[in-house]
């Protein structure tokens, strides 16, 4: 498993250095104080990066915070009901059984 995803990495590093050096055409970014001038591949990954980025920041914040909310809420509750039913538990005493004839 760790060697498969060692080597999807290699080979996803691969095609962006290839996209990169096929893309190097400079682009100028302006941010209305300054401008930039940056390689047209660079920025393309850049801007792919930043968007995946913000969407794992997107799914965390509005699945993963709130299922790890509701699960939390879930074991107190559990560990709530576990506590209140110990002392019936232990209060029981062992029915007499009878040796058989």
Do not use: H
């Not at 682009?27 to 401008?35: I, N, R």
């Not at 709130?66 to 506590?83: G, I, N, T």
Request: charged share 20%; net charge positive.
């Amino acid at each position: 498993m760790r060697f498969g995803l060692i080597l999807l990495v290699l080979v996803f590093a691969l095609i962006g250095a290839v996209f990169g050096a096929l893309n190097s055409q400079p682009v100028d970014l302006d941010f209305y104080f300054t401008t930039l001038s940056l390689a047209k591949g660079g920025v393309l990954i850049g801007a792919i990066l930043i968007g995946w980025l913000l969407g794992g920041l997107l799914v965390f914040a509005t699945l993963v915070l709130p299922l790890r909310r509701r699960v939390r809420r879930a074991e107190r509750e559990l560990r709530r009901r576990d506590v209140m039913a110990a002392p019936v538990d232990a209060a029981r005493e062992p029915a007499a059984v009878e040796p058989p004839r």
